[in-house]
Nanobody, 128 residues
Framework: QVQLVESGGGLVQAGGSLRLSCAAS????????MGWFRQAPGKEREFVAA????????YYADSVKGRFTISRDNAKNTEYLQMNSLKPEDTAVYYC?????????????????????WGKGTLVTVSS
């Protein structure tokens, strides 16, 4: 069992930056690929970014590529999402996610229904 707790959300002006963190419980954090998803009001949850177990492979949604950076620190059981050049359309609840890929491509982290564990989310609001 893995418990995930997000932090770092808040209100920021367009063009600003925020860094989200996700703290994971348990000793098996390093065996899970990690990711971030987001859900805006009235919309479905969508994939944002993912990182493999070792941290060397990342994958991003086109909408955030070049602006967001995902990373992880296995010694601290924590993953991060650095968000720069924020836009009002980035406003959403951001969720941390973990999945045991078992050899599958990092691209499959985008499959929302196959995520093993979810955090409860942190709200990011970008004002124009």
């Amino acid at each position: 069992q893995v418990q995930l707790v997000e932090s770092g959300g808040g209100l920021v002006q367009a063009g600003g930056s925020l860094r989200l963190s996700c703290a994971a419980s348990g000793r098996t954090f390093s065996s899970y690929a990690m990711g971030w998803f987001r859900q805006a009001p009235g919309k479905e949850r969508e994939f944002v970014a993912a990182i493999n177990t070792g941290g060397g492979i990342t994958y991003y949604a086109d909408s955030v590529k070049g602006r967001f950076t995902i990373s992880r620190d296995n010694a601290k059981n924590t993953e991060y999402l650095q968000m720069n050049s924020l836009k009002p359309e980035d406003t959403a609840v951001y969720y941390c996610a973990a999945r045991s890929l078992q050899g599958r491509s990092i691209v499959t982290m985008g499959e929302t229904r196959r995520i093993d564990y979810w955090g409860k989310g942190t709200l990011v609001t970008v004002s124009s």
